[in-house]
């Protein structure tokens, strides 16, 4: 079994109380470890404002996994998006090198931009 790292960010439905997503957090943290998966970051980005209303909503709690699991893996997850109400989107994306080199850095707050400060004539 080979293990690649994923990202993963799905968005809940604002209509939801805290504890409610919190419970569909734990529901899909619980799927990933069921299936294998390794978690190593989880991140609640809150309420955002959505770029375009998804099934009437203009708004949605943000969460994020990155984590290492067997490709098969995917395929269940995303079942598991698709039959839950409470998910208006997902996306999963697999990390090479660089992608979990510059999500460790943007935990550990070392993004430095390198770009001078831009001085107006």
Known sequence: MSMKHYETVFIVTPVL???????????FEDVL????????????????????????????????FEYKA????????????????KILRFL????DKHGIEFNDRRRNGKLIKDQAPKTEA
């Open 70 to 85: 067997d490709p098969a893996t995917l395929q269940r997850l995303e079942v598991e998006f698709k039959r839950d109400e």
């Open 17 to 27: 109380n805290d504890s409610e997503i919190q419970e569909t957090v734990k529901k």
């Open 33 to 64: 470890k069921e299936l294998g998966a390794d978690i190593y970051h989880s991140e609640n980005w809150g309420l955002k404002k959505l770029a375009y209303p998804i099934n009437k909503k203009t708004s949605g709690f943000y969460q994020l």
């Open 92 to 95: 999963t994306v697999a990390l």
